[in-house]
């Protein structure tokens, strides 16, 4: 069984997720505060983490932040908070999803469904050696790193999946929902703006100048294409 992280302060809204959770065949963990819901993913190991935002201590950006610099399991924010500028933080934090509440609890499941079954399948792939490289660029797709003139540049899950996928059709227009629908993968409505936040973090990574960039370029109207 797949074993869920819970951080959620209102006691009634974690019953009802981990109740739906727990129909669907999952182990879950739950945590209201957010200093034990930080100790609780990093000392433990999860298949999956849910975050609330507002939490008492530690908030859910924090808690976010910490994991991301030493775990790349999904992380999902489900938050009252609807501002695009939240949604955009949590994003670049490198949580994979944001769900904003109120929201059906068959949606949560079948998102925590969706981001588990793609993260498994990526690390299954780990074992078939990869080497991708343009230019200054490698990407070893077996141990998920990239290389920038040798220095490796940390990306988080769906960071790394998007350029792999972006490499892999070298000057190609792929729109929003394209790239939405190959990384992100489940069948809901899509917020395209988790891509353009992915899109603005690799820039920053791979980029000398992203403000100007000669990999991943804007084809305005149209959508993005990596130039090789």
């Known amino acids: 069984m797949k074993k869920i992280l819970l951080v959620e302060d209102e006691v009634s809204i974690a019953e009802l997720q981990r109740d739906y959770l727990e129909i669907h065949q999952f182990l879950v963990d739950v945590e209201h505060s957010g200093d034990l819901g930080l100790q609780m993913a990093l000392e433990n190991d999860y298949d999956l983490i849910i975050l609330d935002i507002m939490l008492p201590g530690v908030n859910g950006f924090d808690i976010c932040k910490q994991v991301r610099q030493v775990k790349n399991i999904p992380i999902l ?4 908070k609807k501002e695009d500028i939240d949604k955009i933080r949590g994003l670049g934090l490198g949580a994979d999803d944001y769900i904003t509440k109120p929201f059906s609890p ?3 499941v079948a998102r925590v469904k969706a981001h588990i079954d793609r993260y498994e399948r990526l690390a299954g792939n780990q074992t078939k050696s ?3 490289k343009v230019k200054e660029i490698t990407i070893d797709k077996s141990a998920r790193k990239v290389y920038l003139n040798g220095e490796e540049t940390s990306f988080t899950t769906k960071e790394f999946d998007l350029l792999v996928f972006l490499v892999n059709h070298p000057n ?3 729109n929003k929902e394209q790239l939405y629908e190959h990384i992100w993968g489940y069948e809901m409505a899509a917020d395209v703006s988790t891509v353009t936040v992915h899109i ?4 920053g990574k791979i980029e000398k100048d992203p403000a100007h960039p ?3 370029e804007t084809v305005w109207g149209a959508g993005y294409r990596f130039n090789v």
């Open 77 to 80: 924010f489900v938050s009252a």
């Open 130 to 132: 990869n080497m991708i």
């Open 200 to 203: 603005r973090k690799i820039r």
């Open 214 to 216: 000669k990999y991943l």
């Open 172 to 174: 190609q227009v792929l």
């Open 106 to 108: 068959s949606e949560l």
